[in-house]
């Protein structure tokens, strides 16, 4: 089968990140030369899923790359079509996290089963530590996203969860004290 589900184009980019950052040298802890990872995630709009991350979330959009059909298939990433990755941060710093977006038109990836994070196995979840979950959540719903459930107490401390959905479904969780 040619067209590739969203799980494995996403581990797919993951993985070619790892290698690059590999590549890249072999200082830092462990042998890394960044002890940050990036994550890829495979979208149906990424208009609309780019919206979602900056006006919801937060983040800003710092640029992108192309992918050639041929580094993408014979790298094993995709199926010898180019696409274009579009990244964003939260912070614009060296070592910051990057969400790495794509799309691909015409393909009929399949939906990951994110109803709850048990429900699939691999990539379930993404966690970003907030400074005031109040105004984070405020900006989610100013944006329009909905949280799953009201912000949840993590045990006796000021520290709350608050799970979001992105576009797609992919759950997104917001962690950090109220203000």
Known sequence: MRKLGVA???????????LAIGAAGSGGKGGFSRTIID????????EKSAKFYTEALG??????????????????????????????????????????????PG?????V???YINSSLGFSYL??????????????????????????QLGSSNNYLTLFKDPDGNIIELVGPKK
Request: proline share 3%; net charge negative.
């Open 8 to 18: 494995a184009v996403a581990a797919g980019l993951f993985a070619a990140g790892i």
């Open 39 to 46: 994550i890829g995630i495979v979208v149906s709009d990424v």
């Open 59 to 104: 983040f800003s959009e710092v640029g992108g790359f192309e992918v050639s059909k041929e580094m993408g298939g014979d790298s094993g990433l995709v199926d010898y079509q180019d696409f274009k990755v579009r990244m964003f941060v939260l912070a614009n710093e060296p070592d910051a996290t990057r969400v790495k977006l794509m799309d691909f």
């Open 107 to 111: 393909v009929k990836s399949k939906k």
């Open 113 to 115: 089963d994110n109803k």
């Open 127 to 152: 966690t970003i530590l907030v400074s005031d979950t109040t105004a984070a959540v405020e900006r989610a719903k100013q944006a329009g996203a909905q949280p799953v459930r009201e912000p949840y």
